[in-house]
């Protein structure tokens, strides 16, 4: 049975960083791109990054690109997500995700495999 867990949330100022982690279990962890989305209140999900299988090719949301870094050690069977200047406005439930690799870059959420359980990140101003 597939486990992913998040951690790392937390409350930071605007401007400062923070990483997100993410651990797999249950199943071999490189057969999976990886990514990461997040939920503000009364708001959608939404995608924010996402990994290949090796960690060699990403993809970013535009509001996100430049700012956050996401990657992923298949040894550790984890996927990072590294948030750096953050704003208000990226205030939200962080979730990781699984997907099949072939899948992969897969942007809407509905089409992923496994989930955690989220992490809240609030960015005060």
């Known amino acids: 049975q597939v486990q992913m867990v998040e951690s790392g949330g937390g409350l930071v100022q605007a401007g400062d960083s923070l990483r997100l982690s993410c651990a797999f279990s249950g199943r071999t962890f490189s057969i999976y791109a990886m990514g990461w989305f997040r939920q503000a209140p009364g708001k959608e999900r939404e995608f924010v990054a996402t990994?290949?299988?090796?960690?060699?090719?990403?993809y970013y949301a535009d509001s996100v690109k430049g700012r956050f870094t996401i990657s992923r050690d298949n040894t550790r069977s984890t996927g990072y997500l590294q948030m750096n200047s953050l704003k208000p406005e990226d205030t939200a439930f962080y979730y990781c995700?699984?997907?099949?690799?072939?899948?992969?870059?897969?942007?809407?959420?509905?089409?992923?495999?496994?989930w955690g359980q989220g992490t809240q990140v609030t960015v005060s101003s």
């Open positions: 990994v290949n299988w090796n960690g060699m090719s990403t």
């Open positions: 995700a699984a997907i099949r690799s072939s899948r992969y870059p897969y942007l809407n959420p509905h089409g992923y495999d496994y």
